[in-house]
């Protein structure tokens, strides 16, 4: 079993929808919690940092944690075409090297 | 967007030939890491890099080897390439080692095996 799952989708929404993407998590020694979008051909992007559990926000994306039961959520509101891309949810132990655990990705097209 | 440039971006290879990778960064930052990406694995640590000469291994390091002789440079070496070694390479830095200060990454390099 994978550390860290997620689902590949992909994912195809309208233009306007919110969006849910989801990885959940075996170890509960994860401290922190992270978002990244990747771009065709291009290197990740860092989109959301997160420490505890609960809700945080940004413009249109929220970051949810929910350590109790392993999981968290990245909620792109009002999405738009330009959102189209991988989203990459990534964790981490802390400590002394900061290596981070990825998910496979989920792919997300939003059509006009 | 972080300074890190990564070269070449793409290169074709043959089996048994050794291959060198550059991340480049102009961030001055202590940390830097290499990954690669494979469908269905995702991002996967093969070796980092704490400080000038200081590195060690990752999840993926068997085939891999990495040297830092300058803070801006960290190289990754496939010394007899393999087939499987076919993958997008990325490089990452962060600032420093703790899990607040995050990972950017560059834009890759596309690495195939023939």
């Known amino acids: 079993q994978k550390e860290v799952e997620q689902d590949p989708g992909p994912l195809s929404v309208p233009e306007g929808a919110i969006v849910s993407l989801n990885c959940t998590y075996s170890n509960s020694a994860f401290q922190y919690f992270m978002w990244y979008r990747q771009y065709s051909r291009k290197g990740p992007e860092l989109l959301m940092y997160?420490?505890?559990?609960g809700n945080k926000e940004d413009g249109r994306f929220t970051a949810q944690v929910d350590k109790s039961s392993k999981y968290i959520s990245l909620f792109i509101r009002d999405s738009q075409p330009s959102d189209s891309a991988t989203y990459l949810c990534?964790?981490?132990?802390?400590?002394?090297?900061?290596?981070?655990?990825f998910g496979t990705g989920t792919l997300l097209a939003v059509q006009p | 967007d972080a300074g890190i440039t990564q070269s070449p971006r793409h290169k074709v290879t043959e089996t048994g030939t050794p291959v060198t990778l550059r991340c480049h960064q102009t961030?001055?930052?202590?940390?830097m890491y290499w990954y690669r990406q494979d469908p269905g694995h995702g991002l996967r640590l093969i070796h980092y890099s704490y400080g000038v000469k200081d590195t060690d291994k990752g999840e993926v390091s068997d085939g891999y080897s990495v040297s830092r002789s300058k803070t801006e440079d960290f190289l990754l070496t496939l010394e007899s390439a393999t087939s499987s070694q076919t993958s997008v390479y990325f490089c990452?830095?962060?600032?420093?080692?703790?899990?607040?200060?995050?990972?950017?990454f560059g834009d890759g390099t596309r690495l195939s095996i023939l």
């Open positions: 961030e001055n930052h202590r940390y």
């Open positions: 990452a830095i962060s600032e420093s080692k703790g899990a607040n200060q995050p990972q950017h």
């Open positions: 990534a964790m981490s132990y802390g400590g002394a090297t900061n290596k981070l655990i």
């Open positions: 997160t420490y505890s559990s």
